[in-house]
Nanobody, 124 residues
Framework: QVQLVESGGGLVHTGGSLELSCAASGRTFRNKAMGWFRQAPGKEREFVAA????????YYADSVKGRFTFSRDNAKNTVYLQMNSLKPEDTAVYYCASTIIYPPPRLPGGYDYWGQGTQVTVSS
């Protein structure tokens, strides 16, 4: 089992910044990568970004490329999502997830464990 705990969500104005973090614990040795997904009310869960534990290769959705930065601290088993230039359309519950698949998939079904989610609200 892998446990994922997110933190860092909140309310911010358009153009503001937030940093999300996700700490992994448990049997993490099989994990190849971590991903962030988000889900807005009435919408499907969508891919935001992913990062590999080895090498730190990052992948981004087109909608966040250039605004979000995904990083990891292997020693702490923690990943971070720095979100800048936030827009109202970024409002959603953000989930981190882990996968044993490489390269990391962009579909939720490719991930084995999920955090509880953290709300991000961007006001206009």
């Amino acid at each position: 089992q892998v446990q994922l705990v997110e933190s860092g969500g909140g309310l911010v104005h358009t153009g503001g910044s937030l940093e999300l973090s996700c700490a992994a614990s448990g049997r993490t040795f099989r994990n190849k990568a971590m991903g962030w997904f988000r889900q807005a009310p009435g919408k499907e869960r969508e891919f935001v970004a992913a990062i590999t534990w080895i090498g730190g290769t990052t992948y981004y959705a087109d909608s966040v490329k250039g605004r979000f930065t995904f990083s990891r601290d292997n020693a702490k088993n923690t990943v971070y999502l720095q979100m800048n230039s936030l827009k109202p359309e970024d409002t959603a519950v953000y989930y981190c997830a882990s996968t044993i698949i490489y390269p990391p998939p962009r579909l939720p079904g490719g991930y084995d464990y999920w955090g509880q989610g953290t709300q991000v609200t961007v006001s206009s």
